[in-house]
């Protein structure tokens, strides 16, 4: 990854504790901006829905399984992006109650079945 700095443009250096340091708080900023983003999306229930009609066409509340394995790991590599998705909302403080209130109200509901 290249940076800019003092208007040169230098590689990344793994073994400079400073460039370490920086890249240390640029990932833990976007995280924080990260969960933020999420925790607004998954507050109104327009982002619930949002949020469960994506995680019903990723196929995680379905079966993966084909006879044909070309066809399963597509399902497959569709299913972990939803399970990503479930893992990122339960890293959030309150996900959990966030995650069984999306649920909850989106029982009533079909989940959209993926299609192929």
Wanted: hydrophobic share 35%; net charge positive; glycine share 12%.
């Amino acid at each position: 990854m290249r940076e800019e700095q003092s208007g040169e443009i230098r590689g990344y250096n793994a073994g400079d504790p400073e460039q370490v340091k920086g890249r240390k708080e640029k990932l833990k900023t976007r995280d924080l901006q990260k969960k933020a983003a999420l925790s607004r999306l998954l507050s109104e229930p327009g982002g619930r829905i949002w949020m469960w009609d994506l995680l019903g066409l990723c196929g995680v509340y379905h079966s993966s399984f084909s006879s044909d394995a070309l066809v399963m790991a597509f399902h497959e590599g569709r299913r972990d992006i939803g399970n990503r998705l479930i893992a990122e909302i339960n890293r959030l403080e309150g996900g959990a109650e966030l995650y069984t209130r999306m649920a909850s109200e989106g029982a009533g509901q079909r989940t959209p079945a993926p299609g192929v």
